[in-house]
T-cell receptor, first 113, second 116 residues
Framework: GENVEQHPSTLSVQEGDSAVIKCTYS??????FPWYKQELGKRPQLIID?????GEKKDQRIAVTLNKTAKHFSLHITETQPEDSAVYFC????????????FGSGTQLTVLP | ETGVTQTPRHLVMGMTNKKSLKCEQH?????MYWYKQSAKKPLELMFVYNFKEQTENNSVPSRFSPECPNSSHLFLHLHTLQPEDSALYLCASSQGNLAGGADTQYFGPGTRLTVL
């Protein structure tokens, strides 16, 4: 089955700096890669996703890049703000009528004011 | 609260108890999921239902028993649990796209389960 590795497990940055979180996956058939943000005591929420026919996707301060050959994808957050502090999870899945997501272990991002 | 709701939000039970977790989605979705979230571990997919049919059971012990009476409701029946089953149990739903396109999963707030 699919295996998703996520690094780093913790990340601290100064407000205004950029943050990068990286994930690798094992199943070359995976073609959908969402990122979720989970604030303390709250539910995971989708912040951005990318499909395998696209190499990069941006949404304001958030971007995701995908390298299918190397089987890794990354989340980039620019101009970080304290409210970006949360746990971020990457995930991967293959096509199917119901997505069976395999999640990474999460990255605790702390943005220091 | 709209979207995906879960009850109860917190549950403490003994190892000999029987309890049920409930999930309800108000999004018109066709697929529903149970995940287990333990400290310092990835979210673990437990069960998947698509159009009320169970499509995945990821080697979950039989002390966890899912039930999906319709596409809006999902239950997780618990019996004879172990302390290591203590975790946050998250429900999610998605459109269940038959064409295999992007199928965003929306999560409920979770049930914090403690097994004594």
């Amino acid at each position: 089955g699919e295996n998703v590795e996520q690094h780093p497990s913790t990340l601290s940055v100064q407000e205004g700096d950029s943050a990068v979180i990286k994930c690798t996956y094992s199943d070359s058939a995976s073609n959908y890669f969402p990122w979720y943000k989970q604030e303390l005591g709250k539910r995971p929420q989708l912040i951005i996703d990318i499909r395998s026919n696209v190499g990069e996707k941006k949404d304001q301060r958030i971007a995701v890049t995908l390298n299918k050959t190397a089987k890794h994808f990354s989340l980039h957050i620019t101009e970080t703000q304290p409210e970006d502090s949360a746990v971020y999870f990457c995930a991967a899945s293959t096509s199917g009528s119901a997505r069976q997501l395999t999640f990474g272990s999460g990255t605790q991002l702390t943005v220091l004011p | 609260e709209t979207g995906v709701t879960q009850t109860p939000r917190h549950l403490v039970m003994g190892m000999t108890n029987k309890k049920s977790l409930k999930c309800e989605q108000h999004l018109g979705h066709n697929a529903m999921y149970w995940y287990k979230q333990s400290a310092k571990k990835p979210l673990e997919l437990m069960f998947v239902y698509n159009f009320k049919e169970q499509t995945e059971n990821n080697s979950v012990p039989s002390r966890f028993s899912p039930e999906c009476p319709n596409s809006s409701h999902l239950f997780l029946h618990l019996h004879t649990l172990q302390p290591e089953d203590s975790a946050l149990y998250l429900c999610a739903s998605s459109q269940g796209n038959l064409a295999g396109g992007a199928d965003t999963q929306y999560f409920g707030p979770g049930t914090r389960l403690t097994v004594l």
